[in-house]
């Protein structure tokens, strides 16, 4: 008896001593895990500062070469050119805002129709089924994208528009819009979903159509999310660069005719990244300008989504 009673004790004892050694690990990872997320987030900060900081600093460099006073008011871009080249970064500005303006004409209607569909419309099972679809869209190559608008987007257009030619400003902006348009129409539908069923019922209560609900309704109260996710989509068009490097052409034209040839920053850096300029060069400084131009066009729109979002939110 007493034996039994000593086992019991023993085996007492070594569930208690288990039990603190449990606990002294899970205190040793609490520890621990604050100090890895916070490298994490340094490791994050520091290299968005080096990325800045590197194009800062190599801008700077090209612009000891070349006015800025020419480079922001000259109209042509001729970097290649044999005598003096051109840095008026303006024919460069044209092709991505003509690119970006076809992409959210296209997107946005299509958007926000998907989204309307999606969060008043379509059941639970519809909603499941179409939206990873959309979603998918997202995840296609771009580059597979550039070559949709090449030989196949392209040829159609031109059984429309016969002076299109075989690379213009029309055919990627198609393209970049139907490749921005999975995040418009979720974003808008997440928005849309999260406005109260009460809202509606009211609506309906007194004497709305279903569509009233929608576009009166839903629509506004969620107008902070739809705006935000169309200025984040623009954002993305403006960043694009395999589709207009493989379908808009390499030629900066500062106009607004879309059948022509384009060439906008981002499909510049593509060509020059290929090897067409040496280390050192006016030229390969240049990447870097026209970098830091793309980089402050992207932060302005992203600085504008965030305060839009926070400016018409609405709390419910």
Known sequence: MALQKSSNTFSIQEMIREKKNKKAKKLQ???????????????????????????????????????????????????????????????????????????????????????????????????????????????????????????????????????LEIFNALSPGIVIGIMITPMIASLSEDAMSSVPNSMREGALALGATKFEVAIKVVLPAAISGIIASIVLAISRAIGETMIVAVAGGSTPNLNWDVTGSIQTMTAYIVQVSQGDAGYGTTIYYSIYAVGFTLFLFTLIMNLLAQFISRRFREEY
């Open 29 to 163: 990872i609490e520890k621990i895990v604050p100090f890895l997320l916070l490298l994490t987030a340094i490791v994050s900060v520091l290299t968005t500062i080096g990325i800045v900081f590197t194009l800062i600093a190599e801008t700077f460099t090209f612009f000891t070469k070349v006015s800025i006073t020419e480079f922001l008011t000259a109209q042509k871009w001729y970097p290649f050119s044999e005598t003096n080249g051109a840095f008026g970064i303006l024919p460069l500005i044209s092709g991505t805002l003509k690119v970006s303006i076809i992409a959210a004409i296209v997107a946005i209607p299509i958007g926000l129709a998907s989204a309307i569909f999606l969060s008043e419309y379509a059941t639970d099972r519809t909603r499941r089924t179409i939206k990873p679809i959309l979603e998918v869209l997202a995840g296609i190559p771009t580059i597979v994208y550039g070559f949709f608008a090449l030989t196949f987007v392209t040829p159609i257009l031109r059984e429309v528009i016969p002076s």
